[in-house]
């Protein structure tokens, strides 16, 4: 079992611990098996925060996924959600989801507010999928990640999950998409259900290819 580096990040399945810095994608086609395995990614420890945005999802939904992933992990996570009404400072609402820069502008601000407590951040995308399917472009999306999303991982030298769901018809071919973005994440996560609470994780990373079986 690899140990946390001193800056890095503790995340359960295998998938961890995470060096400051690194992207996650994480792809399979059973939305609930997704969202436990992510919720177990962005879920901050004490000391933490995260910033999450929600496509379908109510912000006190995910709140409450993050912590059945670590006890008290939704009160130390902002959401921006697509679904539901905005609540005080840490649930803000996008109308449109097609309007990456003016999503883009809520998210870095969410960031930038919880990097105001602590400069341990996560975030992460559930379900970058939907937004897809609101784009005429794919290319689009690409852009959004890699101007807004990655490079706030980069730079606050946190960690960042965006989950794709397989299954859904984002009006062009899902695996040239999936392939597409791999290139600009540091890791993939593969999600693989096996029984109505088990699931297969195929992680590809700097350390090669493997798999761990986990409960979800």
Request: contains cysteine; hydrophobic residues 35%; proline residues 2%.
């Amino acid at each position: 079992m690899k140990s946390v580096p001193s800056d890095g990040f503790d995340v359960p399945d295998g998938i961890g611990p995470l060096e400051s810095g690194t992207s996650v994608l994480l792809t399979g086609d059973d939305a609930d098996a997704l969202e436990s395995v992510f919720a177990r990614v962005v879920a901050p420890a004490d000391g933490e925060r995260s910033v999450v945005i929600a496509t379908e999802s109510r912000g006190r939904a995910v709140k409450r996924s993050l912590n059945s992933a670590k006890r008290g992990a939704g009160d130390r996570s902002s959401v921006l959600t697509a679904a539901g009404s905005p609540s005080g400072d840490d649930i803000k609402t996008v109308d449109d989801l097609s309007d990456l820069t003016g999503m883009g502008m809520e998210f870095s601000s969410l960031a930038a507010d919880s990097q105001q407590e602590t400069d341990r951040l996560r975030t992460g995308i559930f379900l970058c999928s939907t937004i897809a399917g609101e784009l005429d472009d794919t290319r689009s999306l690409y852009r959004f990640l890699n101007s807004t999303f990655l490079t706030e991982i980069r730079r606050s030298d946190g960690i960042g999950v965006c989950a794709i769901d397989t299954s859904a018809d984002i009006g062009t071919n899902m695996n040239s998409t999936v392939t597409g973005l791999k290139t600009s994440f540091k890791s993939h996560v593969d999600v693989e259900t096996t029984g109505r609470t088990e699931a297969t994780l195929t992680i590809s990373d700097d350390d090669g290819e493997r798999t761990v079986d986990v409960s979800i």
